[in-house]
């Protein structure tokens, strides 16, 4: 593409880049062949910053461009930069969401295991309770038995005041009347024998 470019009209057309050395050849014409020569030319009101130089003269296609079309070539390098840059967000959103899995992986795992203890720690909790329905049933029964007893002996103790009452009145009789006494004594304490294990047996429980 190079060789049917004037050297002079290059000149007088660029205005604004310089490049680095360029390799050109001028035969008796001024075509451009394969002779090294510096051209130090300027590109009208394009600009290129020094990081764009480089490039443009690292790359073949964009320093023949350039001579005839530097706009085109800074479109380009512009879209070049519009890409990289979104490139390189990207791969930072990529990571920064990478990073909030991680986090959320840690934090789930966490919950998981509290969730695991207190579960265990409500199974428990459930069978402490159960435990304790059954010492209430229990302890509601034996309460239930004490107060039937209560009422039976209290017909008891009644019912020896009355034959006691009836000894003292008739000394004829007292013999006689004792042997019911006795009976009833016997009873009374067959009773109260019955009703101490059980009181032993529910103050252990308590």
Avoid: C
């Amino acid at each position: 593409m190079m060789g049917n470019l004037n050297v002079g009209a290059i000149n007088q057309q660029l205005s604004s880049l310089t490049l680095p050395t360029l390799e050109v050849h001028t035969d008796g014409n001024g075509s451009v062949g394969n002779a090294t020569a510096p051209i130090a030319v300027e590109f009208g009101n394009v600009k290129f910053s020094e990081d764009e130089k480089k490039k443009i003269v690292a790359n073949m296609l964009l320093s023949e461009v350039v001579l005839t079309d530097p706009k085109r070539v800074k479109r380009i390098l512009n879209n070049r930069a519009y890409v990289a840059k979104s490139k390189e967000n990207k791969m930072k959103y990529i990571a920064e969401l990478e990073r909030k899995v991680h986090v959320l992986q840690n934090e789930t795992a966490r919950l998981h295991a509290q969730v695991i203890v207190m579960q265990r720690n409500n199974d428990g909790l459930v069978s402490h309770n159960n435990e304790l329905k059954i010492r209430l049933q229990a302890m509601d029964q034996q309460a239930q038995w004490k107060d039937a007893l209560t009422e039976r002996l209290t017909a008891q103790v009644q019912h020896l005041k009355v034959v006691a009452g009836e000894i003292s009145s008739d000394h004829n009789v007292a013999t006689g009347s004792l042997q019911p006494l006795s009976s009833y004594m016997d009873q009374l304490h067959q009773l109260l024998t019955l009703r101490q294990p059980s009181q032993t047996q529910q103050d252990q429980q308590q």
